[in-house]
């Protein structure tokens, strides 16, 4: 059964870093789609940054030089380094991988 597991969110102060991470079924890390996205309460879920199979990435204007996406293929696993981060990042953040979504991990900002 393919499982994506999250990691690595967590309560930080405002200008501080987390690295969120995302353990995925090998058979299906080698997919076009992988990203994070994330759901701030009472808003819709938004797409953060994504990464294609050829290391092509793409970031939502409000993390553009802030936060990295990465992967490791012989880990399986997915990254979202986030630094210098806002109240406004506040939010529960998902890894999404091809149809297959994590759990979700919360990360909460203070100011």
């Known amino acids: 059964q393919v499982q994506l597991v999250e990691s690595g969110g967590g309560l930080v102060q405002a200008g501080g870093s987390l690295r969120l991470s995302c353990a995925a079924s090998g058979t299906i890390f080698s997919a076009n789609a992988m990203g994070w996205y994330r759901q701030a309460p009472g808003k819709q879920r938004e797409l953060v940054a994504s990464?294609?199979?050829?290391?092509?990435?793409n970031y939502a204007d409000s993390v553009k030089g802030r936060f990295t996406i990465s992967r490791n293929r012989f880990k399986s696993t997915l990254y979202l380094q986030m630094n210098s981060l806002k109240p406004e990042d506040t939010a529960v953040y998902y890894c999404s991988i091809s149809e297959y979504w994590g759990q979700g991990t919360q990360v909460t900002v203070s100011s």
């Open positions: 990464i294609t199979r050829y290391g092509s990435t």
